[in-house]
């Protein structure tokens, strides 16, 4: 069986990264995000830490409010840098 | 002409790095803001890479805009333009921890002390670059949306 454990690990962290990266790009503090997407402003950052797991409903919510695209893509028709990194 | 718009308060952000057990210098908390914690976070992270420290403390003040010493912030706009930096004048402040990352450290307390008198490498008595105090006010309205 194959371990997700470290891909998943990897990926949370580009994830954040690259929330975090737009959020600057958005000129959008975590204070501000937190109000947008209605939650916790310390849920929220301890999440962006790593401390807590975020949910998927809050991901898709900054997803919404961060005016970006949460697509599932098929690994045999991906060509994005996340297939090198993620899950190979 | 278009009117600058003014704000009441804006909030501003700062890391300060410490090692565990170490208290925040309350007579000198720094000249130099953020309106980006994200930026902050980073600056403490990876621009600094904790210097040694065991981890970092973000502070958040409000603060008006007869607070801001504008040649410098605009001075910091033109040349470090990613950084969103608001410098403030020196004065008694009160901010409020935001975020801690590394150490033990009370999240919900309130630091009082002074901005101090920091005067940074490329500190400018008068700035007589292109950009404008209405540059400036545009800057920090974006992030208030």
Same mark, same amino acid.
């Given at each position: 069986m194959p371990n997700y454990n470290m891909s998943s690990k990897l990926g949370k962290q580009l994830i954040f990264d690259f929330i975090k990266e737009r959020m600057k790009d958005k000129k959008i503090t975590q204070l501000r995000l937190s109000e947008l997407i209605e939650i916790n402003e310390s849920t929220l950052i301890r999440n962006l830490k790593g401390e807590t797991e975020m949910l998927l409903t809050t991901y898709l919510k900054i997803c919404g409010a961060l005016e970006l695209r949460p697509y599932l893509i098929p690994s045999e028709i991906d060509e994005n840098e996340f297939k090198r990194l993620f899950f190979n | 002409m278009q009117l600058i718009q003014h704000l009441e308060t804006m909030k501003l952000f700062r890391s300060i790095l410490l090692n565990e057990g170490e208290e925040i210098n309350t007579s000198n908390l720094g000249n130099s803001w953020t309106l980006c914690d994200i930026f902050a976070e980073d600056h403490a =992270? =990876? @621009? %600094?890479?904790f210097h040694g420290k065991d981890g970092y403390v973000i502070l958040s003040i409000d603060v008006s805009? %007869?607070? @801001?010493d504008f040649d410098n912030s605009l001075f910091s706009m033109e040349h470090r333009k990613n950084e969103f930096e608001i410098v403030v004048d020196s004065q008694d402040v009160e901010c409020e921890v935001y975020l801690v990352q590394g150490i033990e450290f009370d999240e919900n307390q309130i630091i009082k002390g002074n901005t101090g008198s920091n005067e940074f490498e490329d500190y400018t008595t008068e700035y007589h670059g292109d950009l404008t105090k209405k540059d400036l006010m545009n800057l920090i309205n974006e992030f208030q949306d």
């Open positions: - | =992270d =990876d @621009i %600094n890479g805009e %007869n607070m @801001i």
